[in-house]
């Protein structure tokens, strides 16, 4: 198996997961992201090169980005720099960070600024997204009148399930209920901001989050990669929401697209991406870092 797929480390793996290998470490954790993608809860057979470094920058960028709103887990976004891992530098370099070990809380924390995904089906289908009740008559890809926070579980086997924010009050309480959705929703409006200033729309992102041992909610996993946002240009979302049509992705919907098209059934082995899809999914990787951090991999 390719040494980016799988990494193999003399330390205590602590959980091997769709993307990442995750170290123990004298209570903390080393993360390392590898070039696997997943979709549709599938791992899939084909490798993005490159791919781990950049979901690894991009997410030590959000990190620095975010601090002030939310504490993260981020200890270091270097570690083959420390001595301890100077030995690793190959298996690490670019593609690894240090960070506190926490304790997760159990859900992922999506926000939706506009209707698109599995909300719009939603949406179709009741006329609300995860309880959340929406006026009548909303297109395709249309921008909500203003975002929405929409909890799901994070389950470590199968799917994910969309909950309601009542639903989520009981798996957690009320206080980080609360605090989950607000802080959720002020992060998606700082980086949108910023995100529109370079051209770009965040269509909808997801968090993750744990408590450090004060019982403080601290910001975890990743944070506005390609894997966990869906990013549009701007002017060729205006150009597809005219038409109807989904804009082109920055993100691995490009790759969900693919397999969407393909005879997959979703329930057996995915099939191999052919390689036209795995250097645009490169490409666009690439250039959605570029556009937002104003740096070049």
């Not at 919907?253 to 397999?259: D, I, K, T």
Request: charged share 30%.
């Amino acid at each position: 198996m390719n040494a980016v797929d799988k990494v193999e480390l003399p330390f205590n793996l602590f959980r091997r997961g769709k993307v990442r290998d995750v170290y123990e470490i004298d209570g903390r954790l080393l993360i390392v992201s590898t070039d696997r993608i997943s979709a549709f809860d599938y791992i899939l057979p084909s490798l993005i090169p490159g791919k781990g470094q950049i979901l690894n920058k991009i997410s030590a960028f959000w990190f620095r980005f975010t601090e002030t709103i939310v504490p993260n887990h981020l200890i270091c976004d270097d570690p083959e720099n420390l001595e301890e891992f100077s030995s690793f530098r190959d298996a690490l370099e670019k593609r690894s960070v240090l960070t506190k070990k926490l304790q997760p809380l159990p859900l992922e924390a999506i926000v939706r600024g506009y209707i698109v995904g599995s909300g719009w089906k939603s949406y179709q289908k009741s006329g609300d997204i995860c309880g959340i009740p929406l006026q009548e008559g909303l297109q395709f890809g249309q921008k909500l009148p203003q975002p929405l926070f929409t909890p799901s579980t994070k389950a470590d086997v199968g799917h994910d399930e969309n909950i309601s924010f009542h639903q989520l009050v009981d798996l957690v309480g009320k206080d980080d209920a609360f605090a989950v959705r607000d802080l959720s929703i002020t992060l998606y409006n700082y980086v949108s901001e910023y995100a529109a200033k370079k051209g770009i729309i965040l269509a909808d992102t997801k968090f993750e989050y744990g408590k450090d041992e004060e019982g403080n909610i601290v910001l975890m996993d990743e944070i506005f990669t390609p894997d966990s946002s869906r990013f549009w240009k701007k002017d060729e979302y205006e150009e597809a929401f005219a038409k109807g049509d989904e804009p082109p992705a920055f993100d691995k919907q490009f790759v969900r697209n693919f397999l969407l098209n393909s005879d997959w059934d979703r329930n057996s082995i995915p099939p191999e991406l052919p390689k036209h899809v795995v250097t645009k999914t490169v490409e666009k990787y690439k250039e959605i870092y570029r556009i937002l951090t104003g740096e070049s991999i």
